[in-house]
């Protein structure tokens, strides 16, 4: 399926809760006026009793059962056929026994007369709609991963047409051996080959590598990567299935259908539920009937109200309570939860893998060292030099070094030397920043082991020259983020381990690792590589949770136990995650730890509550007090349950404080 499949398929199914409910819950009220127990229970008596009226109770009781309840029994179908018995098992069971049962006794089917159950059926569908319709609309969703993956290519692309002509063509009708031309500041259509043209292509986004990497022709170009100041023309080499993007969008794919087997802690709690309520109605039917010896329509009917009662409406809410009071906290501190089941295993985590770029960096160049190597200017004055000029190159590096100059000054005769530098006269003297291999080629030397320290952490340097002299260097880096630092000791002192994921240099990874005392950190990771690696560390023995924000990230955010994207990031690691930071604070994983650790604490509170009421309900509703004179009639049943439901949503409140 699609991501736009997923999404409003999503959509769908909360619409579908919705009106189911509205339906039910207002078919409950004549059931509830026609229910002879609450006739009973109310101190009515007979009075509301005419010809006929348990047949409309039946068909009332119907439409319920069968519109309200279907979700259900699909639920009880899938569960039983995964062999997973969980909450839909539960309900199912409880719901299909009352109609059964109900229905015999009304028309005193097989001679078997006793108490009417549509009530307790009518209110638990109610309940368990209302349940999962919060739950559902309180937890964003499924995944349109997919979906934005596919827009990040364009729509058209710039054809070569026999003749030298450009067209455009839609981006199905390019084919393999197609020449495209790519305009500054558009999307690569799809992965091939400069064939004319240089350029600087962004692949950060598809790849994490954070510079800007130089295209000449032969060079490989990935579709999706964003293309600089230069024209280029790209010879087409995979499309369709065989690309880049599709071979990610497969891997999230497959990451997210191998996560969904995850269980939540509500159908944990309902399987043995389940296997309780069987149970104990079966024991129930035999000692009452078999070894007790009391007649079978009394053993049936307490049977059935030990299954009917098992299935608490308080565990219907336990769960949904605390998680639309937990949604809420989250997104006033900036988190969106995606996915219940990884959030509660934030608890659990013990790694914590970062992505780099964008992530624990801000993922765009910075200056970081500038050092003075001859003559008259010190640091400040190189700075500003070299700024002035690149103040007038549109090049990603050319930006950094003008935003870092704390002044500029007049440029007389600039001029970019394509693939070098550029130069221009200031003050009268001539004045180059250049590469490194500009100043090789020049025979030029600038030996000096504070600029070969600052290359070999992984930093681009570029020198600047004064009439030919090699006065100065400086050095731009993917500057670390203030806040970094701080998440890293944060989730150190919990005993997390911190890793780093790069597709970045061996050298700059270790810089990175090294100024923030990682304890571990991978370097040169290919994108499809990524998840494999997150893989490899869970089989370790660790629970991970994988940090980033690119597309490269999105397999490995699918993969990772939980998942969660840095809000800035590209839409397509947003809809990979199952928490969102809306806020660019690494910060806040620590955050979404405690928060998640906290809401496991109330939901298992509220389960001991909603179970609690069983282990007493259960006892009563079998008739273990019989002989001293107290039985659980369904009334009590139902007043204890409407009492545990107020206690569960009285403590989900309490997760505010």
């Known amino acids: 399926m699609n991501g736009q499949g997923h999404a409003s398929h999503h959509e769908m199914m909360i619409e579908d809760f919705k009106r189911r409910f509205l339906v039910s819950f207002a078919l409950t009220i004549p059931i509830l006026i026609l229910s002879p127990q609450i006739q009973e229970w109310v101190g009515l008596g007979d009075s509301l009793r005419f010809p006929g009226d348990l047949v409309l109770l039946f068909l009332l ?53 006793g108490k009417i159950f549509y009530w307790e059926l009518a209110t638990l569908i109610d309940v368990m709609l209302l349940g999962h319709w919060m739950e559902m609309r309180s937890v964003i969703g499924a995944s349109k991963a997919l979906e934005e993956l596919a827009q990040l290519m364009p729509s058209i692309a710039h054809k070569v047409m026999p003749d030298g002509d450009l067209a455009d063509v839609p981006l199905e009708e390019i084919a393999r051996g197609d020449r495209v031309v790519v305009k500054p ?97 079966l024991i129930t039917l035999i000692v009452w009937y078999a070894a007790v010896g009391s007649e079978f329509v009394f053993a049936l009917e307490r049977s059935v109200t030990v299954m009917v009662i098992t299935c608490p409406h308080a565990l219907g809410l336990a769960i949904p309570l605390v998680v639309t009071v937990s949604t809420a906290l989250a997104a006033q501190q900036g988190f969106l939860i995606r996915n219940r089941t990884s959030f509660e295993n934030a608890r659990n985590l013990q790694a914590v893998v970062f992505d780099k770029t964008g992530t624990l960096t801000e993922g765009q160049f910075g200056v970081t060292d500038t050092v003075k190597l001859a003559g008259e200017c010190d640091e400040e004055r190189l700075l500003m030099y070299a700024g002035s000029l690149e103040q007038f190159s549109e090049h990603p590096i050319a930006k950094a070094i003008a935003e870092a100059a704390s002044d500029h000054l007049a440029v007389d005769g600039f001029e970019s030397i394509p693939g070098k530098g550029v130069r221009g006269t200031i003050d009268g003297a001539e004045v180059l920043v250049v590469s490194p291999g500009y100043l090789r080629e020049q025979g030029l030397d600038a030996g000096d082991e504070r600029v070969s320290r600052l290359s070999s952490q992984g930093k681009t340097v570029v020198y600047v020259l004064i009439d030919r002299e090699v006065c100065g260097a400086v050095a731009l880096a993917d500057v670390i983020r203030e806040e970094s630092r701080q998440a890293i000791d944060t989730l150190k002192e ?164």
């Open 61 to 113: 009781s119907s439409i319920v059962f069968f519109y309200g309840g279907y979700p259900f029994y699909r639920g009880l179908y899938n569960e039983l056929k995964a062999r997973r018995p969980g909450m839909m098992t539960l309900i199912g069971v409880a719901i299909i026994n009352a109609y059964a049962y109900s229905t015999i006794v009304v028309f005193e089917l097989f001679g078997i007369s």
């Open 185 to 281: 500041g558009e999307r690569v259509p799809a992965d091939g080959q400069v064939v004319e043209g240089a350029s600087s292509v962004d692949e950060s986004m598809v790849t994490g590598e954070s510079r800007p990497v130089a295209k000449e022709p032969e060079d490989e170009v990935i579709g999706g990567s964003l293309n600089g100041e230069g024209s280029i023309t790209v010879e087409v080499q995979k499309t369709g299935k065989d690309s880049f993007i599709s071979q990610v969008i497969e891997l999230v794919d497959e990451a997210q259908a191998a996560k969904s087997q995850t269980q939540n802690l509500a159908d944990r709690a309902a399987f043995w539920l389940t296997i309780i309520a069987l149970s104990a109605g």
């Open 494 to 657: 919990s005993g997390i381990r911190c890793m780093m994921l790069t597709g970045d240099k061996q050298e700059v990874a270790a810089w990175v690792s090294e100024e923030l005392a990682l304890d571990e950190y991978f370097a040169e990771v290919l994108p499809q590589e990524k998840a494999e690696k997150i893989k490899e560390i869970q089989s370790r023995g660790f629970v991970v949770a994988m940090v980033g924000d690119g597309v490269n990230d999105a397999p490995a955010l699918a993969q990772a136990d939980v998942g969660i994207a840095i809000g800035a990031g590209t839409d397509v690691a947003l809809e990979a995650a199952d928490i969102i930071l809306v806020k660019n604070n690494p910060n806040d994983v620590a955050s979404v730890i405690g928060l998640g650790r906290a809401t496991y604490k109330k939901m298992v509170q509220n389960l001991l509550w909603a179970t609690g009421y069983n282990a007493v309900a259960i006892p009563l509703a079998a008739g273990v007090l019989y002989g001293a004179g107290i039985l659980l009639t369904p009334a009590v049943g139902a007043f204890l349950m409407s009492l545990s439901t107020v206690i569960v949503a009285v403590n989900a409140q309490l997760l505010r404080v």
